[in-house]
């Protein structure tokens, strides 16, 4: 109990020293190449390896660790070094995590992995984890601050098929980026069709692939017109209904191959959105038609737009009655998740 009480008192310390230490830090750029990052590996499971190129009597560390959340979902860190981890703090696509020895030891030298952070692709494309800040201190409790930015690009191999429609278009690169992370994919005839509209069944897959949603929860019971959904497609309209995301109409129907207003679509983006984002009353307000919103449409615009999931046609419209098309959807979907990271 003494010696579990003294390991606290030392990490209470250290962590102390690390949020007051005046006046000492050095930074990266005066050095160089402190520190090294490494990737091991495969697509799915990726290991990230923080190294001191050449430490000098390193008793503790702390380390800031970024990373793409939107690409990859942080599952721990570790070290081989002998001594006291502090469970990793994660916010916002950050990774907190510290380390001391105990006792009257010297620190260690030379080269060192100091600590590997793992992750999980959760989706295509091409990621980064990027080393943010060092903060050293050696065993007479003198602390060194680096500030950098070093980073590790993350690539995943995919046999993207060409899309022939895209070229020109205004939202060619959103697209290209939502292809990439997975959640939606062309025709096969080799078209996006983009300008097209979406149907209810279409944008339910888009935002249930994108949101990566689980089967968990009890199942919702079946609509009238079930039949009528694609094979394709079930799996993620069944999840979303679970997830509460998308319902049906009173007459117990899906109507799958109906195109999605566009107000019709933000109330979905908003149940998606939670309480991640206050409405925004005067910003729709500014809308010429914003009085052609259905009152159940109100609060879920507010807060789309207000998110800035949502934006205006041309002319200062929102538009709430028009069909949406493919690329409006994949833009607002890619917005959805930025807002949520």
């Not at 292809?179 to 025709?187: A, D, I, M, N, Q």
């Not at 117990?252 to 991640?276: D, I, S």
């Amino acid at each position: 109990m003494i010696q579990l009480k003294r390991l606290m008192l030392v990490c209470a310390s250290f962590l102390l020293c690390l949020a007051v230490w005046p006046g000492i830090w050095v930074f990266a750029e005066e050095e160089k190449e402190p520190f090294v990052l490494a990737v091991s590996g495969g697509e799915e499971n990726i290991t990230v390896t923080v190294a001191a190129s050449n430490a000098a009597d390193l008793y503790a560390y702390d380390l800031v660790v970024g990373y793409d959340p939107l690409r990859l979902k942080f599952t721990g860190a570790t070290t081989a070094l002998p001594g006291f981890t502090v469970e990793p703090i994660q916010s916002r696509g950050k990774v907190r995590y510290a380390y001391t020895r105990t006792g009257s030891v010297p620190g260690h030298n030379g080269r060192l992995e100091l600590a590997s952070f793992q992750f999980q692709r959760i989706r295509g494309g091409e990621a980064s984890v990027q080393l943010l800040n060092a903060k050293l201190v050696d065993s007479t409790l003198v602390m060194t601050e680096h500030q950098l930015k070093l980073e590790a690009a993350i690539r995943m191999d995919r046999d993207l098929k060409p899309l022939a429609d895209l070229t020109g278009h205004w939202a060619q690169d959103t697209i290209l980026e939502a292809v990439e992370l997975g959640f939606v994919s062309g025709y096969p005839d080799g078209t996006f069709r983009p300008d097209g509209m979406i149907t209810r069944e279409e944008f339910t897959v888009m935002l249930a692939q994108a949101l990566l949603l689980s089967d968990d929860g009890d199942q919702a019971d079946g609509f009238a017109d079930e039949a009528d959904i694609g094979s394709w497609a079930a799996p993620s309209v069944q999840r979303a209904v679970n997830a509460g995301l998308v319902s049906g109409y009173d007459d117990h129907t899906f109507r799958p191959n109906l195109p999605v207003k566009r107000q019709e679509l933000a109330v979905m983006l908003a149940r998606a959105l939670g309480a991640v984002a206050a409405g925004n009353p005067q910003a729709v307000s500014a809308y010429a038609d914003s009085g052609h919103l259905e009152p159940w449409a109100v609060a879920p615009i507010e807060a789309v737009v207000g998110a800035g999931i949502m934006q205006g046609t041309d002319g200062n419209l929102l538009a709430p009655l028009n069909s949406a098309t493919r690329a409006e959807a994949v833009a607002m979907v890619l917005r959805l998740l930025a807002a949520k990271q």
